[in-house]
């Protein structure tokens, strides 16, 4: 499991004594332990004799009997060796490998406590990355779903084989032991039996198996895509090379197990990495993409197209961006870090003017097609970086209202964060993944913005991820 760095600074903001906080534990010491808080990878967080130790799978006020695991310098690893005293909010996990996969981290905390310890790590960040007085901020009830099982729209199972049976799923919680997913509670039906269907037509057809550690075999992941909505479904291959024994055979038994199937793509990933997709992508069967619809807006999802992974919970969290960018219809709104143009398009309905921007030409290229489909004449696309483009525009007298942003987990650039203190837009709005950087970049801003509020939104329930949109306005006198 990714770690954190522990702290320099206690949830106060008082500066640890250096000397006290040497490790003071030994491997495989057991030691008693209150837990505090969650951390942002949804362990457990205690104190022991002013050290920071994290424990998997334990919970906000449960006494436990820990036993530790890794000692670093400024901090501790540890696992459960016995509770002491429970949570009241502790359930059974209903996966059967939760566990052993990793892919979930709060299954054993009940769902309606998971949102409010969702908003607490938000609040952890911007104490720990922030100067800003946290009871002055207005920090807003993390919007969740009413059935939070079910909502990833695709899944990406590596395959591997074991005694003659091939398996596929993912690698186990630090790891490289391939845990067999037969049944997925997070997962959408729909791709677990695409999956299921795939790997017994490979099992049938005896198709070579990638070995990871050998670097020999053909097949290394089967990913399966669902439109929500449509109820379209892609099936994509991913293979060491480009021939693949009995393709044929293999499209027939495909679509006779699986008459759904709108799209059958096969791509090439020959290299020892831990990307899954190669560059190389060809259609074996049906259409290139399958369709999935967000409100009114259509899109088409090729094998390679980033989309949002929890359909239902994205429509909130565009909604609630939309809210708070303040639209009145005659707003220059800018979609920085744009992609396919989703956001842009999604706010068009209600700005003057829609610009976005984006490095990957091949994203632009997909949202003026997403644009000129659905017919909005006053968004356009631009190649390039918001920091150059930005001020070119201002040069030109074109100077925007308001700017959203959805940046990925490393958070904004800190070139685009001094365009927009120069560029100076009356709202600006982050949609954030990452709490931690959100927080910094936060901070960044706040010489010229005041923070409104902030929104967390559970687009990943049972796990320790959390969105939010934060609504940021231009302070009085800038």
């Keep these: 499991?990714?770690?954190?760095?522990?702290?320099?600074?206690?949830?106060?903001?008082?500066?640890?004594?250096?000397?006290?906080?040497?490790?003071?534990?030994?491997?495989?010491?057991?030691?008693?332990?209150?837990?505090?808080?969650?951390?942002?990878?949804?362990?457990?967080?205690?104190?022991?004799?002013?050290?920071?130790?994290?424990?998997?799978?334990?919970?906000?006020?449960?006494?436990?009997?820990?036993?530790?695991?890794?000692?670093?310098?400024?901090?501790?690893?540890?696992?459960?060796?016995?509770?002491?005293?429970?949570?009241?909010?502790?359930?059974?996990?209903?996966?059967?490998?939760?566990?052993?996969?990793?892919?979930?981290?709060?299954?054993?905390?009940?769902?309606?406590?998971?949102?409010?310890?969702?908003?607490?790590?938000?609040?952890?960040?911007?104490?720990?990355?922030?100067?800003?007085?946290?009871?002055?901020?207005?920090?807003?009830?993390?919007?969740?779903?009413?059935?939070?099982?079910?909502?990833?729209?695709?899944?990406?199972?590596?395959?591997?084989?074991?005694?003659?049976?091939?398996?596929?799923?993912?690698?186990?919680?630090?790891?490289?032991?391939?845990?067999?997913i037969e049944q997925c509670a997070v997962q959408h039906p729909a791709t677990i039996k695409a999956t299921e269907a795939v790997k017994g037509i490979l099992q049938d057809l005896k198709i070579p198996i990638y070995n990871e550690k050998k670097h020999k075999g053909l097949v290394r992941t089967i990913v399966a895509r669902t439109g929500i909505q449509t109820g379209e479904l892609q099936i994509v291959l991913i293979t060491t090379k480009k021939e693949l024994p009995k393709k044929e055979l293999i499209i027939t038994e495909i679509k006779k197990r699986l008459p759904e199937v709108n799209s059958i793509v096969q791509n090439i990933n020959g290299e020892k990495t831990a990307v899954i997709f190669g560059r190389e992508t060809a259609t074996l069967e049906g259409k290139d993409y399958i369709q999935e619809t967000l409100g009114d807006l259509q899109f088409e999802l090729s094998a390679r197209t980033f989309f949002q992974l929890n359909p239902e919970q994205t429509v909130k969290l565009y909604n609630e961006a939309k809210t708070a960018a303040r639209l009145t219809g005659k707003e220059k709104l800018v979609d920085a870090y744009c992609g396919v143009g989703t956001i842009g398009l999604w706010m068009a309905n209600q700005a003057g003017e829609v610009r976005g921007m984006d490095i990957i030409a091949e994203s632009i290229d997909d949202a003026r097609n997403n644009a000129k489909k659905h017919n909005v004449p006053h968004a356009s696309f631009y190649v390039g970086k918001a920091e150059e483009l930005l001020p070119k525009w201002l040069e030109e007298g074109w100077q925007p209202d308001v700017i959203v942003v959805d940046p990925p987990r490393t958070g904004c650039d800190e070139a685009f964060l001094k365009t927009v203190l120069k560029i100076k837009p009356k709202t600006f709005v982050y949609i954030s993944c990452n709490p931690s950087t959100l927080a910094k970049d936060i901070q960044t801003l706040e010489s010229k913005y005041k923070i409104k509020y902030i929104q967390p939104v559970d687009m990943f329930p049972h796990t320790s991820q959390v969105e939010c949109v934060s609504q940021l306005i231009l302070k009085e006198g800038n």
């Design 1 to 180: 499991m990714k770690k954190v760095h522990g702290p320099s600074t206690n949830r106060n903001g008082q500066q640890w004594d250096k000397d006290k906080n040497e490790a003071k534990l030994q491997l495989k010491q057991t030691f008693p332990l209150t837990i505090k808080r969650l951390g942002i990878n949804g362990e457990g967080v205690g104190y022991f004799k002013r050290q920071v130790v994290f424990v998997p799978g334990a919970l906000p006020g449960e006494e436990i009997v820990a036993e530790a695991t890794k000692i670093h310098p400024k901090f501790a690893e540890a696992k459960i060796k016995k509770i002491r005293k429970r949570s009241e909010h502790r359930i059974q996990p209903i996966c059967p490998v939760y566990d052993q996969c990793g892919g979930c981290q709060l299954q054993h905390l009940r769902y309606d406590q998971q949102l409010k310890e969702k908003r607490d790590i938000i609040i952890q960040a911007l104490e720990r990355h922030t100067r800003l007085k946290i009871d002055d901020l207005d920090i807003r009830p993390t919007i969740g779903m009413e059935n939070p099982w079910g909502y990833r729209n695709k899944s990406q199972f590596q395959v591997g084989e074991k005694d003659g049976k091939v398996l596929a799923g993912l690698y186990g919680l630090n790891s490289h032991n391939l845990i067999n």
